[in-house]
């Protein structure tokens, strides 16, 4: 058979399997076809497949070709789609599948950890033992801002107001923006070695604990510590799992065991990746605290003792959550 | 075009010797690497589907106008929420916040994810997102590639770590794709072209000026291509061309009509010689009623098919 009748013989199935495809390919629909159609699909496709390997194998030129392959690769981009995500999978991965990631590479975020907290802690210690020292840290017009903000003589805290729930919404939504971005942007740099995550650990502890050691030491500790004490359970500690996760993808480049360097960075970034995600929702949770409870005008006791009980689920979250599935 | 060309030296490269016109053409080595933007993926139908990689200018243009898009979003958002401010100003602030938000990190996801691995600046620039197995997209690995943009950025955003991965890399990938197993490819829908000749104008050669001979389908293919495209070249060049393929097409026919025409008007008798074959074969397959390779003796003017 020449090639002129071979296309005449087979174009009518090809035209019958463009028919199919454009039926099931709105831009965003999925493809759910009939039964009926299924097999008939699934039948072109392999037929198509066919009509691809005769004209390679015969060089009828490369239009045909191109066109064959053209509707070979749609057909196969539809065939093989993943089936359409739903809501109850994002429940079972908070719930489950992310802290048991988390506990599989336990290892990454207690070095993110004691990268982020250890220099915290120190530079806390020295700042209030020395609070000279926070100029090289924290500058002097950002060290105002502070005194203002925890000075006695503030009285725009009061949930009386009329402007608090507003001034709230504005910072809830800050903090989303902000710090959820740190912790994003402290994954992504892992892949640039770790080097990226390392710094950013660094950076933000170093400054973090600055800031506590200067407020602190400016004899504010009492308003500081009540109002950090419950969001920063969340909020440190999902910096610290999303800075492990970068540590993850810089760590699949440095030891790749057996595998080549980049496959190691495929097999492990798709784990990290969802234990970064993890981390921003925990941070999420950790903007509303901030926003709502931490600056609101209960007592302090109270919020140690709200404070202690978040630090106390955030352990059981991570270490208990979708343990026996 | 270039893709074309290649393709001819690969092909002719393997089966040397098949004929004239062939083994002039031979010269390249039996192995010709395979070089160009084309990623290769076995399909579960055992069948190699071609995908043709997007370079970083056309991705880079697709950035900027995905840029360009989500900045004047947020413009128009914040514009439309302006009457709202006056009553709660802190809510909407808020919201824009959390809209910035997800407007940074989670735009080519909900793109990627819904348009089926499009972003509005990929969709216009013709390119899409695929798994390294020609798959679609899911979403993990659309996360990851679209997490690692804010590493690929740096320290610009477009040249930095992101650009200098795509050219080293073997498939055009940046760190995010490389960590994601994600390929761009550029898409161009395709039709099945007409034949590119009006055949019946052109007359066959008589069957007594010709020898035995039969030049193989690819000889053909090539003819047809050839003609197909030739408003691309002027049309001395076109002959200038097309007289490589005539001479030796013509010695190797023994062909005994008028030379003048093969000096001067080659691709006319490149389209004859189409002709006259294509005629010819449509015959033998009437007679044969099937597709049977089969040798009859030189001699015989008609019933010869490869």
Known sequence: MNKRQWIQTRRPH?????????????????????????????????????????????????????????????????FYSAPPGHLALFVEYLSVGFPQLFRANVGYFVVAAILF????????????????LAGRIISSQVQDQFDT??????????????????????????????????????????VLLGVGTAYTLLFNGISIGAVGGYIVSQGHSERFLSFVVSHGSFELTAIAVAGGAGLMLGNALLHPGQRTRFEALRVRGLEAVQIACGAAAMLVVAAFIEAFWSPSGVPVALKYIVGTMLWALVFLYLSMSGRNK | MWRCDLRFATHKSSNEG??????????????????????????????????????PSVRSIAYLLDLIIRVAFMWVLTFFLTPLQVFFPGTTMGFLFVVWFLNG??????????????????????????????????????????????????????????????????NLQRLGDLAARTVVITERPVVLPEEPIILEKITPLERDVLGG????????????????????VSHGRGHQLASILAGKLADRLNYSGDALQVREYPMAFLARIYVTFLERRDDDHDRHEAYRPSRVQPTSAAGNSR
């Open chain 2, 18 to 55: 098949d004929s004239g016109m062939n083994r002039s053409m031979s010269k390249a080595p039996r192995e010709v690497p395979h070089i160009g933007l084309d990623l290769h993926v076995e399909t579960p139908e055992n069948v190699l589907l071609a995908y043709q990689l997007a370079g």
């Open chain 1, 117 to 132: 907290f250890l220099p915290g802690a120190v530079s806390w210690a020295v700042i209030q033992n020395n609070p000279s």
């Open chain 2, 105 to 170: 990190w989670g735009y080519y996801v909900a793109c990627e994810g819904f348009f089926k691995g499009k972003s509005f600046g990929k969709h216009v620039m013709g390119l899409r997102v695929i798994q390294e197995g020609g798959y679609p997209i899911t979403f993990w690995p659309s996360v990851l590639r679209n997490f690692v943009r804010a590493a690929d950025g740096m320290p610009f955003f477009l040249s930095g770590v992101g650009f200098t991965t795509m050219l080293l890399s073997k």
């Open chain 1, 14 to 78: 090809w035209t019958q399997f463009e028919k199919l495809l454009q039926m099931h390919s709105g831009r965003t629909g999925s493809f759910k076809p009939k039964a009926n159609e299924i097999s008939t699909f699934s039948r072109l496709l392999r037929e198509l497949s066919n009509d691809l390997s005769i004209v390679r194998t015969r060089s009828w030129g490369i239009e045909i070709e191109s066109y064959l392959n053209h509707l070979v690769g749609q057909g196969h981009t539809q």
């Open chain 1, 149 to 190: 903000m925890y000075g006695e003589s503030d009285e725009n805290e009061s949930p009386t107001q009329r402007g608090f729930g507003e001034d709230r919404a504005v910072m809830a939504g800050f903090y989303v923006q902000h710090n959820v971005g740190i912790a994003l942007d402290c994954f992504a740099r892992g």
């Open chain 2, 213 to 232: 001979f039969v030049p193989d389908e690819k000889t053909f293919s090539a003819i047809e291509h050839f003609l197909g495209r030739r408003n691309v």
